[in-house]
């Protein structure tokens, strides 16, 4: 789910997808301290991340005497060790001007707030991803709301998955080192100076409130983080805090922002995965991967199913209890896309479950 799930669970083969480009042979050893350099002046690092993706891309611009940093891996021991093996390798001793974060999820943000604190330099993030972290770091330590056992309960969970709720919820703000207390606001369409070249923000909605993307024309790259990823889809997830959202048309709608802000020419530094070219054909690949799965889904509600019960048009992997929550998330993403487009309709039970149809 998160940034790592199959991205459908098809019955029928799909499209023949466009091939990307992927213009690097070696990509830079996990955790080492040392960089590629992708194009003048940006460098390519790789931090250790848990699970299977193994791995998250974080970037470092020349900015100055110094080097701006885009993302920064989870708060641990190893990733804590491998920035500072990278102060020393590849940024030569230089300081951090400036720590950009494209978006509030821990992988992304975790060690934002000790880089900041170690330069003595300014975070910058969008409004609503910096508030929303600091508002989900504040739940830690808390015992699990009633709205969200209810939300679940609403989902089809039984008993001991909404225990297992309970006993994880407030994890979020573990992997992520204390939050600085001010920060500079990135707003979608703005241009800053890093260094020698113009940097662009482009926003997205769907994955994350208000997910950053920096694009410089001049060097012809993207840095996606989450927005675009080559070979898997991000989470697109309804979450308990607002359960009638619709974050899969925000996204569908991002994408194709993106698509028509950003030229197709760029070289796309992503999150996962590696750096590569075919912008546009990936997007509209994401695009029609989710239409596609709308399509299985709206034809699995002739008869009323719960969210638990519509995993398979969705997921290509059994959901076990590691996932439910993102897969319940992403589902009902769906679901909810599938009501605001009128084909489906939601129904509650006297056990306060939620039944889905079409309409």
């Not at 943000?109 to 504040?138: N, S």
């Not at 709301?145 to 998955?161: I, K, L, M, N, Q």
């Not at 719960?306 to 992403?330: H, K, N, Q, S, Y």
Request: charged content about 25%; aromatic content about 8%.
């Amino acid at each position: 789910m998160r940034d790592g799930i199959e991205e459908d669970a098809s019955e029928t083969p799909e499209p023949r997808k466009p091939r990307l480009v992927y213009p690097f042979e070696a990509a830079p050893e996990t955790g080492s301290g040392q960089a590629v350099e992708v194009a003048p002046g940006v460098l390519w690092l790789r931090q250790p991340l848990g699970g299977s993706l193994g791995f998250i891309n974080v970037w470092a611009i020349r900015d100055g005497e110094g080097w701006a940093v885009v993302d920064t891996g989870l708060q641990t021991k190893e990733t804590s060790q491998a920035w500072r093996a990278a102060f020393a390798g590849a940024l030569g001793g230089l300081p951090v001007t400036r720590v950009i974060v494209t978006h509030l999820h821990p992988d992304h943000v975790g060690l934002a707030g000790w880089i900041a604190r170690k330069f003595d330099v300014r975070l910058w993030m969008t409004r609503l991803e910096y508030f929303q972290c600091r508002m989900l770091v504040a739940d830690t330590g808390r015992e699990a709301p009633e709205d969200g056992v209810r939300f679940f309960h609403a989902a089809g969970w039984d008993d001991e998955a909404i225990d297992n709720y309970k006993a994880r919820f407030g994890g979020f703000g573990k992997a992520i080192y204390q939050m600085p207390d001010s920060y500079r606001r990135l707003t979608d369409g703005e241009t800053f100076r890093i260094g020698d070249h113009d940097w662009r923000v482009v926003t997205g909605q769907g994955h994350s409130p208000d997910h950053a993307c920096l694009w410089c024309p001049e060097l012809e790259v993207l840095i996606s983080g989450d927005q675009v990823l080559p070979r898997i889809s991000s989470n697109v997830s309804v979450h308990p805090t607002e359960p009638d959202a619709d974050p899969l048309t925000d996204w569908i709608t991002s994408l194709a922002k993106v698509k028509a802000a950003v030229p197709d020419s760029v070289l796309v530094l992503p999150a996962h995965n590696d750096p590569f070219r075919g912008l546009h054909a990936r997007i509209d690949g994401l695009i029609s991967g989710h239409e596609r799965a709308l399509t299985r889904l709206a034809g699995k509600l002739s008869e009323p199913k719960r969210v638990v019960d519509v995993f398979g048009a969705l997921f290509a992997r059994p959901i076990g209890p590691d996932i439910l929550g993102m897969a319940t998330g992403e589902a009902l993403a769906h679901l909810n896309c599938l009501i605001g487009r009128g084909l489906a309709a939601r129904e509650k039970d006297a056990d306060a479950v939620n039944w889905y149809r079409s309409a």
